[in-house]
């Protein structure tokens, strides 16, 4: 519920809201190189769904990839431009991942009736060491409404004519905490507005400012990229609705 002493504004920032969907991410028991779940299965780290007719992804030295995260459309409730089938994946090198050395891969409704791999014993405990995920999570989804966020520079939304870090410099500290958490946008997350810890690199270039947040995976106990930092997946929405992930792009910033 909208905060009393923002009722003024209530008309104005419903059109700001936005659907997105929360990810509850239950961490599991297995090990390292253990992945019970099925390979086609939504999952933050594990085995993933791969075609044996597809190369596996290799990072810049010609390391196979650590897929971080795998998300199966078919089990997320629909939002608008985004695909109701195939799998979207998120691969990070085992060494250089934090240089963006990463590839994005979306697999087709067509492309999961394929063959595909099932022995990963090319995966190394050592290609694990420097992942900033740390143990294998099962994945379940929730449709929310997103109202904005402190950091998104798609929200610019104005106060009376005072931004959002200029208007919550004016509220008690009571005010102020729930203001913060009406404008919440952290969290595992598929859509919806953004958490940075540093800036939003959509808001320095005219041809980014309207790219669609695809993934957000924030910290958890067994995830953290780099000092408390987040990681994104941005795509344009042209290419959202052509399920073009070859143009998507990964971002992270950290504390």
Known sequence: MIPEFLMKYASDLKKYERESVRINAKPRKEKLLEDNLSLKESKFLGFPFFP??????????????????????????????????????????????????????????????????????????????DIPIYKLHQLSFEKVIDKGGSEDSQFDYLFDENDYWDFIEGLSDDQEEQFSEYFNAMGHKIGGYAEFTQYDPRGYGKESQDDIQVLQIDVDDHI??????????????????????????????CC
């Open 224 to 253: 953290m990229f780099g000092d408390s930092g987040l990681a994104h997946i941005f795509i344009s929405k042209d290419n959202l609705i052509k399920k073009d992930f070859s143009k998507a792009y990964f971002y992270w910033d």
């Open 52 to 129: 044996k007719d597809r190369e596996y992804p290799k990072d810049k030295n010609g390391k196979a990839m650590i897929m971080v995260a795998q998300i199966n459309f078919e089990q997320v409730p629909h939002l608008e431009f985004f695909p109701e089938k195939g799998i979207l994946q998120l691969f990070l090198s085992p060494t250089d991942w934090y240089e963006e050395d990463v590839a994005v891969i979306y697999h087709s409704e067509e492309e999961l009736t394929n063959e595909y791999i099932e022995d990963f014993s090319f995966l190394k405990m050592e290609d694990y060491e």
